[in-house]
């Protein structure tokens, strides 16, 4: 009984409390090996390959912005238009339909202003 | 010429002295080779009744040229001088010279190096052979002495020729009986060898002339003279030689020998990079139905391929024809269709390759392909041309460079398609490539993942597009063209892979700009991004006029 009224008396107190105001606010977690310190650019998780690997793209705004994939020619073998907010984004690069072989991954606005670049190798 | 004076002068040097006896060499030797045997006889040959019971002659071989098997004292078994006495002292690294003397007069020589006046010097090049022969009675004239030698490669010596082998630095025979001394000359001293085969060429470098970046997935395979028939390897020879060219399309082999033929063999493989894959594209299919098409109702042909090689490349269905039949081999290869053997694909095997000496690779009067080559001490590069089957446009192949090789009457603006009346440029593989901008993306839209290609040029009458897609993640659903009205579109998937493209083989027709092809794929897994799911390996377009298009993706 005793605890009952504790419980009562708490609850009146609380209920005529202030109102707090939270504001909501979009985190990404970011991975230690996924961490850029500049305000944009691109960083892989790893630099050998296998199935996908994950990728920060940290945008200086929100907009359109292009991920490509070149080969050792420098011919684009695969290219993304990715809608993405400001600061960090962890996405993929996929790669199990690439040769093995290394490429390079580029982020660039898309007015293709680079933005970073980073290489890696696959090993299937 | 020279020699043959030398030779004359020496006959003629012989017969003026007052000689009694020649001491010669006998021997027979056709096609030497190094390795072979060499038989050496010295013979006495009587001239003016001579009948010596001694005989006796220093003899030096070039231990750079030759290595000495045995020896035999022949005399032994004429018959007659059985129970002769014989003795052979050898000497090692010495070499004669004749002096002022003169070197078939073996007497003379004889006497010069018993006064001192000519003799020998050290030299380990060269071992000497001291012979003596003596019997109670007369020696029959005839054979004597015989030695063998195997010949050895001279290149290894670096030595030019193989004059002066073995020599016979002097002689002399007795009759012992009544001390009488007999003036001994040779019709010869010396032995030279000509021709000799299986001279180690040194460093011989062969190069294969292919336009393309997949040089060291090129292989080569050569046979020696003796494996083939006809100027081709016997059925079941295997390559004397055989390996792979590096990335510059060259290999150097030390093990080839001087005035030999050779048979070479140069293919290519795919290796697992996909990159025959993009040998034969739309260009080549424009090219061959440009050809085709030109063929009128009664089957002649206005069309003429720049190089006659063409007509052989463009036959990929082996009927000796170029017609609408080979086209559609074309354009189902570049629909994804395995469709004729000799048409190279990645998996395929590449049937067909057409290699040859530059020189006149390509030219039908050597059959297109010069396959024979012989390394000689003047020439040991060797440059090739290589062709595949189907590469029209010499986009993988050495276009050829002899003038025989060209069409007569190729001329770029004279060529006239029959049923259209247009003006054609087919063939003309000079023309260099050009390059348009190509914007190829893709994007996640309302939930599906979206492939679009925006061309913003003119002037395509033909685009190919090989996609592979990571199928495990994506799943084809649809594709949308927007290339014009009256363009052929054509598409296929299988498996990962599709194919998408256009192509007006009559050349009147353009791709239209904007966005010609959207693809769609629902997703089988839900991803956030497509970074890598769908990748190009060929993206190439045509020009009415022939020209190759190289697509620069933006």
């Known amino acids: 009984m005793k605890k009952i009224l504790l419980l009562t008396l708490s609850l009146l107190v609380l209920g005529c409390a202030k109102d707090l105001d939270y504001e909501v606010v979009d985190f990404t977690f970011v991975p230690d090996e996924l961490v850029i310190a500049e305000d944009a650019g691109l960083r892989l998780a790893s630099n050998i390959v296998h199935g996908n690997v994950d990728i920060n793209v940290k945008l200086p705004s929100a907009g359109t912005y292009r991920i490509r994939v070149l080969d050792i020619t420098n011919r684009i073998v695969s290219q993304e238009k990715i809608q993405a907010p400001k600061g960090d984004n962890i996405l993929k690069v996929y790669v199990s339909t690439l040769p093995d072989e290394s490429y390079t991954v580029e982020l660039l606005t898309n007015q293709e202003e680079l933005l970073g670049k980073d290489v890696f190798a696959i090993q299937q | 010429m020279k020699k043959l004076l030398t030779k004359l002068f020496l006959l003629t040097s012989v017969l003026i002295y007052s000689q009694d006896v020649r001491l010669d060499f006998d021997y027979s030797i056709t096609n030497p080779t190094v390795g072979d045997t060499i038989t050496i006889n010295i013979k006495t040959v009587d001239v003016n009744s001579s009948t010596p019971s001694l005989i006796q002659f220093d003899l030096q071989y070039n231990t750079q040229l030759v290595t000495k098997i045995n020896n035999t004292f022949t005399v032994l078994t004429n018959g007659t001088n059985s129970t002769a006495q014989t003795a052979l002292s050898e000497f090692t690294g010495y070499k004669w010279s004749d002096g002022n ?86 019709a010869a001293d010396n032995i030279d060898l000509t021709s000799v085969a299986g001279v180690n060429a040194g460093t011989v470098t062969i190069n294969v002339n292919s336009p393309h970046s997949n040089k060291d997935k090129m292989s080569y395979k050569i046979y020696n003279s003796s494996q083939l028939e006809n100027n081709v390897p016997k059925s079941g020879e295997s390559p004397a030689y055989s390996g792979n060219f590096d990335a510059n399309g060259q290999f150097q082999s030390t093990a080839l020998s001087l005035d030999a033929t050779y048979y070479i063999e140069i293919e290519a493989a795919d290796g697992g990079s996909g990159w025959m894959n993009s040998i034969v594209t739309v260009t080549d299919a424009y090219k061959a139905f440009q050809y085709a098409i030109a063929t009128n109702i009664n089957g002649g042909s206005t069309a003429v391929f720049e190089y006659v090689l063409q007509k052989l490349l463009g036959d990929v269905n082996g009927d000796g024809s170029n017609d609408i039949s080979d086209s559609y081999e074309f354009l189902a290869h570049i629909n994804g269709y395995e469709s004729s053997a000799a048409i190279p694909t990645a998996t395929g095997t590449a049937d067909y390759h057409y290699a040859g000496l530059i020189a006149d690779f390509g030219v039908a009067a050597n059959n297109y392909e010069t396959k024979v080559f012989t390394v000689t001490e003047s020439v040991k590069t060797f440059n090739f041309g290589h062709a595949f089957k189907g590469d029209l446009d010499f986009s993988h192949s050495t276009e050829p460079t002899a003038t025989a090789a060209k069409q007569d009457n190729f001329t770029v603006s004279s060529i006239t398609n029959p049923n259209t009346g247009q003006n054609m440029i087919i063939s003309n593989a000079s023309t260099p490539d050009e390059n348009y901008t190509l914007d190829i993306s893709s994007a996640i839209v309302d939930g599906k993942v979206e492939l679009t290609v925006n061309l913003n040029t003119t002037g395509l009458v033909g685009s190919q597009f090989n996609i592979v897609f990571d199928n495990t993640i994506l799943a084809f659903e649809s594709i949308k063209y927007d290339t014009g009205n009256e363009m052929t579109d054509f598409s296929r998937v299988q498996g990962n892979k599709l194919w998408i493209g256009s192509l007006d083989y009559n050349g009147q027709k353009e791709i239209k700009t904007g966005t010609p092809y959207t693809v769609t794929f629902n997703m089988i897994q839900t991803v956030q991004n497509t970074a890598g799911l769908i990748n190009y390996t060929i993206t190439e377009g045509v020009k009415a006029n022939g020209t190759k298009v190289n697509f620069n993706i933006q």
């Open chain 2, 101 to 186: 003397e003169t070197a078939t007069n073996l007497s003379a020589l004889y006497t010069g190096w018993n006064s001192n006046s000519i003799g020998y010097s050290s030299n380990n090049n060269f071992n000497v052979e001291r012979v003596t022969i003596q019997d109670g009675q007369d020696i029959v004239h005839g054979n004597v002495y015989q030695i063998k030698f195997k010949i050895k490669d001279r290149a290894a010596a670096g030595l030019a020729d193989y004059s002066d082998i073995v020599e016979l630095n002097w002689g002399r025979m007795i009759d012992n009986s009544d001390n009488t001394n007999y003036t001994v000359t040779s």
